[in-house]
């Protein structure tokens, strides 16, 4: 068990350092976006194709690694708490790429770099949308 938690370690620190590069690329897009003139869409593309493929192969290993440390007892997880701080790191750093991301998406919009079926629907804008229908159909 103890060399299944080692190797869990070391692909954890792998899936971290690919999520700073993805947080590097979107930072990277979100400052040229910011300064005039400077923002080329084909680079900002090719950076997000290379690294896509291997975000969508990590985020469910992520999600599996996270059920299985879960299920741990805690004297398991207390031996290898670095296992835990990773987790929570690769959680964080999802997340502050797709916050900046959709920052980075809404400024392309104001800029007018996207066209307008890249425009979130009406009721994306509506963060209450699904409930008030099943609310209404309920009510029914």
Not at 37 to 65: C, D, N, T, W, Y
Not at 89 to 110: G, K, P, S, T, Y
């Amino acid at each position: 068990m103890n060399d299944s938690l080692i190797e869990l370690q070391t692909e954890l620190q792998g899936t971290l350092s690919l999520y700073h590069e993805l947080l590097g690329a979107v930072e990277t897009e979100s400052t040229a976006l910011r300064q005039p003139g400077s923002f080329s869409p084909f680079e900002s593309f090719s950076a997000r194709r290379q690294l896509l493929p291997a975000l969508e192969r990590s985020v469910p290993r992520l999600r599996q690694h996270r059920a299985n440390w879960l299920q741990l007892t805690p004297a398991e997880r207390g031996g290898h708490r670095q296992i835990g701080v990773l987790l929570r790191q690769c959680q964080d750093l999802i997340l502050r790429v797709l916050m900046l991301d959709r920052e980075n998406e809404q400024a392309l919009l104001r800029q007018g770099l996207l066209g307008p079926r890249h425009l979130p629907s009406h009721n994306a804008q509506r963060p209450h949308y699904v409930a008030d229908l099943y609310r209404r159909r309920g009510a029914v």
